[in-house]
Structure formats: C-alpha cells, structure tokens
C-alpha cells in the first residue's frame, strides 16, 4: 500500500504534452469519440509549438513547381542520408493533405494574391532532385505560424471535448504483468498532490531535450520528459547524439530567429561586411541547409572574421528589405530582435550565433508512432499501449539534422 494518497482517473487515453504533436493527437483521438485526457505542464497555448515562426513544409506547388518526391529527396540529403527512407516517404507524401487539414481546421495561414497558402523558401529545399532552383515550400501564418496552428488545434480538442489537466507534471509509466502500458503516474504541480491516469494508451509528445544545453531556441519547458520516462522504464532512446544547431539564434540570448528571414532575403556577414556564404555555398548561399551554414558561420568566427567586441558573432542584415516587407511579413522578428537583442531591425543587423534548436533522437518508433524496442532477434517488437510523436519521437525521419 502507498504510504501516499493517490487519486485515480480512467480514460480512453492519456497524451502527455500539449504542444502540436499533443494537441492534435487530443484532437484526433477526441474526434474518434474516446475519453480522451491530456497532461501538460503548461497551458496548452503556452507550449513550446507557440516559438515556431517561419513555417510548415509540404510540396503544395502555390508558388512554383514543386512535388512531394522533390521534398522527399531533400529530407534524406539533409538528414545526412542517415534518416529511414520509407518513414520519410510517407511524411512527404502525407504532408499535402495534411496541411490542407490544419487550414480546414481553421489555421489563418497567408495568403497569396489569388488566394493559395503562401509559401517561403527555407535552407536545403530545391527542386529536380537539387538541380533546379530552390523551392518555396514552407507553408507560413506570418511569422507567427507555430501560435496560428496551437491555437487552432487547442480550440478544435476543446470542441470535441478533450480534458485538459493543466500544471501536471508525468513521473512513471504504469504497466501491467504482459508489459503493456496501462497509463501514468503525474503530479499536479499547483497542489504536490499526486494522480493515477488508467487508460488503454500513452501517448508522449513531450517534445525535446534542448535545455540539457546552455544555450538553445528551446523553451525552458523543453527538457527531455518523455525520455526520462521511457528510459526509467527500462526502455531505450535512440540517435541522442543527433543534435541541430540553428544557425540564427540571437546572440546572448538564444532566442530563435527563423530561417524565414533568410527565405525573405536576409543576408549573413562577417565582420568585413561580406555575405560569405557566397563562398561555401554557392548556389544556395544564406538558405544552405541549417547544418551548412552553422559550420560556415564557426568557421568564419574562428578565422577571426566574427563581429563585436570578442570576434564571436556574426550578423543577420534585413536593413534592405524595407520597413514595410518586415511588418507584413516578420513583424515578431522585428519584436524579438528589439526586445532581446535591443536592435531596429528596419536599421540595424541582428547579431545572431549557431544555437542549439532541435534534437532528432528521441523514444524510438515505427511510422504508425508505436514505441519500439529489441526483444530476441525483432529489433523492432512494439511496447504495447506506448505511443511516441512529435520531438520526443526518433522514426527517423531526420536522421542526422532536419
């Protein structure tokens, strides 16, 4: 008997985390007519999905040729051809309906002259297999896209009358004698009481680990929950030491500035004024893949070609893009960079530094999101009743960067 007093609750399912992958397995899950119960540590709105600025990729064609096997090729090149080709197939493919969804669902992306979802270019996306121009595949709400699509997937759970248990922090996985996961153990943060979730089914969609490290993009929310998790159950984690740095987070702060600065044409440069990725990726310049122009961006720093006091550097230069392409189409950014790095953006280049954004290992599935793990001679035997999505999840369809 605990020495404890622990409250118990029976659902269908229990989805720990509430950012976009959590939010719309709610959803679904809701949709389908199971009682459905999410845990998060935050408000749902609050959660990391909400930093997500420069967009969604999906080969919708609204802006120039494009297909989804031109984005497939691109993902296994960027994944340093180390991510699973069949999982990435099927994301590609799936991505066009997908979004069409979310914009069903009600997420205000922007609009093009004639009405279609707008779409900027971002690093590494290219058309004919990398040898054709680069493609304009990100589909985008401003520069705001992550806050569109968390509060419509936060409104639409609602609507099909998810329960949200808010502040509520997941200890263990519980399983029965066959090894199935038969729900969690949680502790409401507001009260230290501690509570019993029954269900059918865990879904983890805790997102990353990115606050294991100084300086990340990451919120500070974003600490690897659902691998303590699984590994506290004696379950394994996989590809931990695939981590990506984003080229741009401001400097001293690490707060993200997207790649859809780039994609609108702003402009790296060292401390001799000169856009120098010029020189390591010619055709593709500043929207090179991310792990490209992050190695660039060192290299320049250690040749001594860093700006600011220490050298340690470089800048970001959107002065040329004009007052009015930056408050219609970066207005955050120009939020962000006056309130972290003290910058008018419309005046004065941003300084930005290689930071830690996204972690591409995680809980180890297959494509259906099933928690995997070796078991005799089948590498991939399905932990029964875990689920693994969004961040926290290693299918891979990343491989070594994203």
């Not at 990435?88 to 009405?115: K, N, Q, W």
């Not at 990506?244 to 790649?259: M, R, S």
């Amino acid at each position: 008997m605990s020495a404890y007093k622990i409250t118990e609750h029976k659902y269908d399912m229990v989805v720990v985390g509430a950012g976009g992958a959590g939010l719309r397995a709610t959803f679904g899950l809701a949709q389908k007519g199971l009682q459905t119960v999410c845990l998060t540590k935050v408000f749902p709105t609050r959660s990391h999905t909400v930093a997500a600025q420069g967009g969604i990729s999906a080969a919708l064609g609204n802006m120039g040729e494009d297909d989804w096997r031109y984005h497939f090729y691109d993902t296994i090149k960027g994944s340093d051809w180390l991510g699973d080709q069949d999982a990435i197939e099927y994301m590609c493919r799936e991505a066009i309906p997908a979004i069409i969804e979310l914009e069903h669902y009600g997420v205000p992306f922007s609009r093009t002259e004639d009405g279609k979802i707008y779409q900027r270019p971002f690093g590494g996306m290219t058309t004919k297999y990398g040898e054709g121009p680069s493609a304009q595949r990100t589909c985008a709400a401003a520069d705001r896209t992550g806050h569109a699509m968390l509060h419509t997937l936060y409104q639409q759970s609602l609507a099909h009358n998810a329960r949200f248990m808010i502040e509520y922090f997941a200890l263990d996985l519980i399983f029965d004698e066959e090894g199935v996961c038969r729900g969690v153990l949680a502790l409401d943060m507001a009260e230290g009481s501690l509570h019993l979730f029954r269900a059918h089914g865990v879904v983890l969609a805790t997102g990353g680990y990115g606050r294991a490290y100084f300086s990340a993009t990451s919120a500070h929310t974003c600490t690897g929950d659902g691998g303590g998790l699984v590994m506290r159950a004696g379950l394994p984690v996989q590809d931990m030491e695939f981590v990506q740095f984003h080229p741009t987070g401001i400097y001293g702060a690490g707060c993200l500035i997207t790649e859809g600065v780039r994609g609108e044409g702003g402009i790296l440069r060292n401390s001799n004024g000169e856009r120098f990725m010029e020189r390591y990726a010619p055709h593709y310049k500043d929207l090179a893949s991310r792990d490209v122009v992050s190695r660039s961006m060192t290299v320049e720093i250690r040749e001594g070609r860093g700006v600011g006091e220490h050298k340690d550097h470089i800048l970001l230069d959107l002065t040329h893009l004009g007052p009015e392409v930056i408050n219609e189409k970066l207005p955050g950014i120009a939020e962000s960079a006056h309130i972290f790095a003290g910058v008018d953006v419309t005046k004065q280049p941003i300084p930005v530094l290689p930071t830690v954004h996204y972690n591409m290992g995680g809980i180890p599935t297959n494509f259906y999101g099933e928690v995997v793990r070796k078991q005799g001679d089948d590498p991939d035997a399905v932990v029964p009743g875990l689920y693994a999505i969004g961040e926290a999840a290693c299918v891979s369809v990343h491989g070594a960067n994203r």
